[in-house]
């Protein structure tokens, strides 16, 4: 099953847009995530929605931060960005009336429920400052390669 990069990939452009000086356009973040702009676009506005980012239309236009890092949990952009499943297992429901898939998926919804409250709990807990601050703020950003802008 393939990963949902979402969440991932917007935390990093967040934390480049906080310490990029101006705007971002959906070009430019599109290029550094190797991204169509238009998916950016409408990912960006679901960010907007929630009150993250502010854009401006024209030229020298673009995308940046209304709220400071600091301000910004794991649990906000997760959210934002749709609240992607965390899990790629799940209840199969092959034989709705047997007895035993009931017993199994009842107990991995269960189990998957704990899981994802204990995971939104940490979520809450980590702002994009604290993830930026696992890097430096100029210069090798770490595997000998420089990320773009």
Same mark, same amino acid.
């Given at each position: 099953?393939?990963?949902?990069?979402?969440?991932?990939?917007?935390?990093?452009?967040?934390?480049?847009?906080?310490?990029?000086?101006?705007?971002?356009?959906?070009?430019?973040?599109?290029?550094?995530?190797?991204?169509?702009?238009?998916?950016?676009?409408?990912?960006?506005?679901?960010?907007?929605?929630?009150?993250?980012?502010?854009?401006?239309?024209?030229?020298?236009?673009?995308?940046? &931060?209304?709220?400071?890092?600091?301000?910004? $949990? %794991?649990? @906000?952009?997760? =959210? +934002?960005?749709?609240?992607?499943?965390?899990?790629?297992?799940?209840?199969?429901?092959?034989?709705?009336?047997?007895?035993?898939?009931?017993?199994?998926?009842?107990?991995?919804?269960?189990?998957?429920?704990?899981?994802?409250?204990? &995971?939104?709990?940490?979520?809450?807990?980590? $702002? %994009?400052? @604290?993830?930026? =601050? +696992?890097?430096?703020?100029?210069?090798?950003?770490?595997?000998?390669?420089?990320?773009?802008?």
């Amino acid at each position: 099953m393939r990963q949902d990069g979402r969440l991932s990939r917007m935390l990093h452009v967040l934390i480049h847009m906080g310490r990029h000086e101006g705007a971002m356009t959906s070009e430019v973040i599109a290029q550094m995530l190797d991204a169509n702009p238009v998916v950016i676009r409408r990912t960006m506005a679901g960010l907007r929605d929630e009150g993250y980012v502010s854009s401006v239309k024209g030229h020298g236009g673009g995308w940046t &931060l209304a709220r400071p890092l600091e301000e910004l $949990t %794991l649990l @906000d952009i997760y =959210r +934002a960005v749709g609240e992607p499943s965390i899990f790629a297992v799940g209840p199969a429901y092959d034989m709705p009336g047997c007895p035993i898939e009931q017993a199994v998926n009842g107990t991995l919804k269960e189990v998957f429920t704990e899981a994802e409250e204990l &995971l939104r709990k940490r979520f809450s807990g980590v $702002t %994009l400052a @604290d993830v930026a =601050r +696992a890097f430096p703020r100029t210069g090798d950003q770490g595997g000998g390669q420089r990320c773009a802008p």
